[in-house]
């Protein structure tokens, strides 16, 4: 099954008209990479955006003026940052995993992972943050 069957299945939900639905249909298989299909005649209908280069469908409601002003005005305030999580040791063996619910053999859950490494390996750290815990 493809993202496209699963489109037309759950198309009643966001009241696609059956001509934009045709459209959709022909997109998948014309040339183009980035296709929009709007109903400018009901700007309450959402707007269907097909990006073949990812394999990706895109559906979007619109929104009344003062929503969209809230929005953006939230956006350019807040933006998220993108954190990427590297690993404090980089030639370590994993010796215990995160448990986060008591299994039937263990006591008591675990909240962390365990890493093994030779004695004197440098061990950075993996993001900012504050140590809670060393040793034993």
């Excluded at 966001?14 to 045709?22: D, G, I, M, V």
């Excluded at 448990?99 to 962390?112: E, Q």
């Excluded at 890493?115 to 060393?134: C, E, F, K, Q």
Aim: proline residues 7%; aromatic residues 6%.
């Amino acid at each position: 099954m493809s993202k496209f069957s699963n489109l037309l299945k759950r198309s009643h939900k966001f009241a696609l008209s059956f001509t934009a639905l045709l459209i959709i249909a022909s997109c998948a298989s014309n040339p183009p990479s980035d296709v929009v299909v709007t109903n400018d005649a009901s700007p309450e209908q959402p707007k269907v955006q097909i990006d073949k280069e990812n394999n990706s469908i895109r559906i979007t409601r619109p929104q009344d003026e003062s929503a969209q002003d809230k929005n953006s005005q939230t956006k350019t305030k807040t933006k998220r940052k993108k954190y990427q999580f590297d690993w404090p040791v980089w030639e370590a063996r994993m010796t215990r995993g995160f448990l986060p619910k008591v299994a039937k053999k263990r006591k008591r859950p675990h909240k962390g992972i365990d890493l093994a490494a030779p004695r004197g390996t440098a061990v950075m750290a993996s993001h900012d943050g504050t140590i809670i815990y060393t040793g034993k």
